[in-house]
């Protein structure tokens, strides 16, 4: 089974970044521009990881994730931010939930590492609540 | 302590008849027996009054008058011209010479106290004023003092402060560069792997046969490496990260043009640069709120001032109208809000206009805006000197003018007037008069 990795910023030449350094990684990836474009990919898809930049015109990435949490609770939720502070990780955490917080520059070998992870903790969810069912 | 009274007269006799009646006043006596010595005597014992007599050899009384109220130490001592009787020429004279008051002899000893009274209350209220004004002296060179190290604190705090924001806006380019590093590192690898597959086909295929094998060996691996999408993304990753490199250069330089400002020297300055660079620097401050538009005009002449502060001008015009339009992002239409900056000739002056569409400044605190320290800004946002700073830049500094249209509900609009000589011809480096400041 493929897993899906959803990208959110608003900075198109991050995202091309992004999807070059994770292009030999075993997941499909789609990208959004916004929170609202992310909002629209997570209704139509269905999205296992939702990496989303916290600084970014309109919603922000933790007022997304937040959406995330109410709407979509099995999509793993992470976080990148260049302005590191107690509070936004905080806020972060308490409002959305995150699997894991970034700050910028993140670095690829990471990034994929805890997706990587999230998508393992997911499997294993899946596969309990399945011998749960029996 | 008693009052000194200098009595000054060639006759002896009178010189000691005014001591005595003086001492029995009660006030403290010194004596001079001509004019050269009075001189000496009121620079050396600062008497509170001088009794002066006019007839005298050598120095006479009004030539001395004259001089007591040319010197600047000596001149607020009262003096008190010692007339002979139906001398009105010499009271004239004296009076004009500079003289307070005068008494004829032969004095009633009543008189001449109540005069020496009247005169001892005109010294002190002399020197009450005067201790007023060296205060206030003080005080407007501790003013200063204090203004400029206040200009140099906010300067260090708006540098702070952009820090965080320049922060960011260098590690993002920074997180894609190095992206894109990590990508063509791999793509060449393929392209390596498919390199040598060619390779491995010509050498066996040097006798002009093809070996089968090491062509499907070449196939697979392109196949594998998946060229097409290298062909399209290596340059891509090229380009979008020389463009990322470039964005750091600039911001860079911007920050070094902002804060390289101790040099203190009025340069002529390209308006539409020093705009330029005040967006570079706050950027992260309106990339997410505003759309930001500049309307150069190219008739603008070069600009006399000092550089960085232009820029710290239009920062904090800015950051202003940044904040204005974050503050009216509720009550908008979803989207982005707008700020303007327009330059434009005036005669003797250059314009530059800071526009917004932001919630507009309410009329209770029109008259407070420049004002040192205030704020509308919650604590720890920023300390109020913004507007204040571009001011005293403006107004002080370049004697240009800052003001401003506002609506509440619409906008606001900062109008800056820079004045622009004439002549072309001024001299290029010209320093900045009257800056006041530590040495």
């Known amino acids: 089974m493929s897993h899906t990795v959803l990208l959110v910023d608003d900075d198109d030449r991050v995202l091309n970044g992004l999807v070059r350094a994770l292009r030999g990684q075993p997941f499909r990836i789609y990208t959004a521009k916004s929170g609202d474009e992310a909002k629209w990919v997570l209704k139509s898809q269905m999205v296992d990881v ?28 992470i976080v990148l931010t260049g302005h590191a502070t107690v509070e936004t990780a905080i806020r972060a955490i308490n409002r959305g939930a995150v699997f894991h917080f ?3 520059p993140c670095n690829e070998f990471e990034l994929s590492v805890v997706i990587h992870k999230a998508l393992e903790q997911k499997d294993r969810l899946r596969q309990e609540q399945g011998q749960l069912a029996h | 302590m008693s009052e000194r009274i200098l009595c000054v007269d060639d006759m002896a006799d009178i010189l000691a008849l005014l001591q005595r009646f003086l001492e029995s006043e009660g006030y403290e006596v010194v004596c001079a027996a001509n004019g050269a010595q009075a001189l000496d005597l009121a620079s050396s014992e600062r008497p509170d009054v001088i009794l002066l007599d006019v007839m005298m050899p050598g120095l006479d009384g009004i030539e001395v008058c004259r001089r007591v ?5 000596l001149r607020s001592i009262p003096v008190i ?12 004279r004296g009076l004009d010479a500079g003289a307070d008051d005068y008494v004829t002899k032969p004095f009633k ?7 020496v009274r009247s005169a001892v209350r005109v010294k002190r209220s002399y020197d009450a004023v005067a201790e007023i004004n060296d205060r206030l002296r003080a005080e407007i060179a501790e003013r200063k003092r204090m203004e400029f190290e206040l200009a140099r604190a906010h300067r260090l705090e708006s540098v702070g402060q952009l820090a965080a924001g320049i922060a960011h806006e260098i590690n993002t380019p920074s997180q894609y560069v190095s992206h894109n590093i990590r990508f063509l590192e791999e793509a060449f690898a393929s392209v390596d792997g498919l390199l040598r597959a060619v390779d491995r086909l010509l050498e066996t295929s040097k006798e002009g046969a093809v070996d089968r094998r090491r062509l499907e060996d070449l196939r697979s691996t392109a196949g594998e490496v998946d060229a097409p999408y290298l062909a399209r993304e290596i340059p891509r990753a090229i380009r979008e990260s020389r463009e990322g490199l470039e964005h750091v250069e600039r911001i860079v330089r ?14 002529r300055v390209d308006l539409d640069r020093a705009v330029e660079n005040a967006l570079l620097v706050c950027r992260h401050a309106w990339k997410d709120v505003a759309e930001v538009t500049t309307d150069f005009d190219p008739n603008l002449a070069l600009v006399p001032c000092v550089p960085g502060e232009l820029t710290e001008v239009i920062l904090h015009l800015v950051l202003n109208a940044s904040q204005a339009v974050a503050d009216a992002a509720p009550g908008r239409a979803p989207g982005k809000g707008s700020i303007a900056i327009r330059t434009r000739p005036l005669p003797g002056w250059a314009e530059i206009r800071v526009e917004d569409n932001g919630t507009g400044i309410p009329e209770e605190i029109r008259s407070r805006i420049f004002d040192p320290f205030f704020t509308t800004r919650e604590v720890g946002q920023g300390i109020g000197q913004g507007l204040t700073i571009a001011h005293a830049i403006v107004v002080t500094r370049h004697g240009g003018s800052i003001r401003f249209e506002t609506e509440v509900g ?3 609009t900062f109008i800056v007037r820079l004045p622009v000589p004439d002549s072309l011809a001024c001299e290029q480096n010209d320093v900045v008069a009257g800056v006041s400041g530590p040495a």
């Open chain 2, 69 to 73: 109220k040319a010197d600047p130490h």
């Open chain 2, 109 to 115: 000893r009543e008189i001449l106290a109540a005069r």
């Open chain 1, 102 to 104: 970034f700050t910028k």
């Open chain 2, 410 to 412: 619409r906008g606001t």
């Open chain 1, 50 to 77: 939702v990496v989303a930049d916290e600084k970014m015109p309109g919603l922000s990435g933790s007022e997304l994730l937040a959406w995330v949490a109410d709407h979509r609770p099995e999509v793993v939720r």
């Open chain 2, 254 to 267: 911007a920050m070094k043009d902002f804060s390289g400002r101790d040099a203190q020297q009025k340069t």
């Open chain 2, 81 to 92: 011209l010692l007339t002979a009787r139906g001398d009105d020429q010499d009271v004239i």
